[in-house]
């Protein structure tokens, strides 16, 4: 029996965990010496951990027999660098045989982070992004129900769409894009229409995750006069509670900025989620860009234009995945049910050790196509699964 059962279930968010020289392998010969090693921010607890993987670079035959042995209690055993098919793919369908789970988006850990580094030269990161897609479809092309993602900044316009044609001729499932400025410009800049409709001929959707904007606030918020409290994993390098207060307010002011500039007007077939950085900001976001769609309309003719309301645009072309301690139930009740994905974040931690019986526990009482909505359907509609 699988963790997975009784229904189809997609999963929107789960990780490939890379090691060191994951984008160096995928360089061409003549310059694999420039490109650096990836730098880790895992936390103390994984230290160990990383140094032994570096020299062994796969697990042992013990270790990979131990957790296959868990069977569809695969969930409850180690994460990260330890899981089953963190950086394997034959390893990762065999995890995929024990989840059940019949498709799953497969990001990356910390291969973005030279791609979205805006410290780093253009050059340097739309080179990295490019080493980041062949390696992403190399880990996910053996299996379909492996759906890689690709990744691409779009501070420069042209070199975006660059990029993202060579992704899509890769035939990544997906475009993860950072949710910030768009090299000084709004992402709804008329510069970027060609971008937004090449994702659209294509039917391949963008997405945003946690890690495409900065993940902790001004630290001067965190001077209290006291001493700062470990993170979750023990360390200093992740985010803490306080961090958590601002983490919606990058990806909801860009999906706000993206619907109030008309992109999802101008196209209608455009499609796109945001993953890993909650939904409870979801149902109030959507009654403010209505209420601000019925004001700013008398004042801006481009908001007077729109054929629908912001609310029904973002339903019928965005969605977002709650976090595992969210009452995703109540998030319906309070919007709808076609907004919400269902993700497991496989082998991050966050994910936690049962995602489908927490979320289960908040959708009482809803029936049957409203789980079905959330476990398989929306991500169908999203993501163009036949």
Request: glycine fraction near 8%.
């Amino acid at each position: 029996m699988t963790y997975a059962s009784g229904r189809t279930y997609y999963d929107a968010d789960s990780h490939i965990v890379e090691l060191p020289d994951h984008l160096k392998r995928h360089a061409d010969p003549d310059a694999r010496d420039a490109v650096p090693d990836l730098s880790f921010d895992v936390g103390s607890a994984w230290e160990d951990t990383v140094a032994r993987l570096i020299e062994t670079r796969s697990h042992t035959e013990q270790h990979r027999a131990d957790l296959i042995a868990q069977g569809d209690d695969l969930l409850r055993g180690p994460k990260m660098f330890d899981a089953l098919g963190a950086f394997d793919p034959e390893e990762r369908s065999t995890a995929l045989d024990l989840l059940g789970f019949e498709r799953q988006l497969v990001f990356a850990s910390f291969s973005t982070q030279p791609v979205f580094d805006r410290s780093l030269d253009a050059d340097t990161r739309y080179s990295n992004a490019t080493l980041h897609n062949r390696a992403m479809d190399e880990f996910t092309r053996g299996d379909e129900r492996l759906m890689g993602v690709g990744a691409v900044a779009l501070d420069d316009p042209e070199r975006a769409v660059a990029e993202l044609d060579h992704l899509l001729r890769l035939g990544l499932a997906t475009v993860w894009i950072p949710h910030r400025d768009c090299g000084g410009r709004s992402p709804g800049h008329d510069d970027f229409d060609p971008f937004w409709a090449r994702l659209q001929e294509a039917r391949v959707p963008f997405v945003l995750h946690v890690g495409g904007d900065a993940l902790r606030i001004d630290p001067v918020w965190t001077n209290n006069g006291r001493a700062a409290p470990t993170d979750w994993l023990g360390g200093g390098e992740n985010i803490r509670g306080k961090d958590m207060t601002a983490l919606h307010h990058g990806p909801e002011r860009f999906v706000g900025i993206l619907v109030l500039d008309g992109v999802f007007e101008r196209f209608p077939r455009l499609t796109g989620a945001a993953v890993e950085l909650g939904a409870g900001y979801v149902p109030a976001m959507l009654h403010r860009l209505d209420w601000i769609h019925q004001i700013w309309r008398r004042s801006e003719p481009e908001l007077a234009a729109f054929t629908r309301k912001p609310s029904e645009q973002l339903t019928e072309q965005f969605a977002f995945t709650p976090f595992v301690y969210e009452d995703v139930g109540a998030l319906i009740r309070q919007s709808n049910p076609d907004l919400y994905l269902f993700s497991s974040d496989y082998p991050h931690v966050e994910g936690g050790r049962d995602p489908i019986g927490r979320f289960e526990g908040t959708l009482t009482g809803l029936d049957a196509t409203v789980h079905d909505r959330f476990y398989s359907e929306n991500f169908a509609r999203v993501f163009d699964v036949s």
